[in-house]
């Protein structure tokens, strides 16, 4: 084992304990591919399933292995066009048995930060589904809550504004100008402390750089 995945391992073991005080799982997968068949293994048959946009869960496979699962369904967000049916979708969402996301950011102290545009996800992070499952590489670990907040703004959002083809200061000059333009993404900034039901939300720390 290299001295990367032993750091990783040392890191990921510290912010478990983290979320453990905070009545939030956290679990640790050296490969994507291990914590996408553990998230999949928690799955009760039949369940409903619905996720948050996230580049995490396309790259670590978690995507691929919903849409692609009989026992399950999945609010795809992806198969719908209209205004309307996007509504009604992120609705259905919130009254899933399972919830998957990524978190833009994780404190070593087991803080989840979060922002997002509509607020869809943060939503469900904060109420709604039985269970969420929240997928992170180790490359979203910060230190604390301030540098975490950072993180988001500077590391997660510039790229996240380009991929949706966002017209704003930071998708144009790379670094957050704390904007309120139309196209702002960064309308919600939600800093998760605590579950306030026990083992509701389970974090997948994975020893892989996933998303932005």
Known sequence: MDSI???????ADTVISNLKKRQMEGYYFPTAKEAVEKAMSLLPENATVGFG???????????????????????????????EEIEALYHNCLTADAYFMSSNAISSDGILVNIDGRGNRVAALIYGP??????????KLSPTVEDAVRRVR?????????????????????????CLSPDCICNQIVITRRSGVKGRIKVFLIGEPLGF
Request: aromatic share 8%; proline share 7%.
């Open 53 to 83: 946009g996230s580049m995490t869960l396309v790259e670590s496979g978690m995507y691929d292995a919903l849409k692609s699962s009989p026992s399950i369904r999945l609010y795809d967000r992806n198969e719908v066009s209209s205004p």
């Open 154 to 178: 500077n590391t997660a959002t510039p790229p996240n504004c380009i991929r949706l083809q966002k017209q704003t200061p930071c998708s144009i000059n790379g670094t957050c100008s704390d």
């Open 130 to 139: 039985k269970e969420v499952f929240v997928f992170a590489g180790m490359n």
């Open 5 to 11: 995945q032993i750091y990783y391992e040392k890191l």
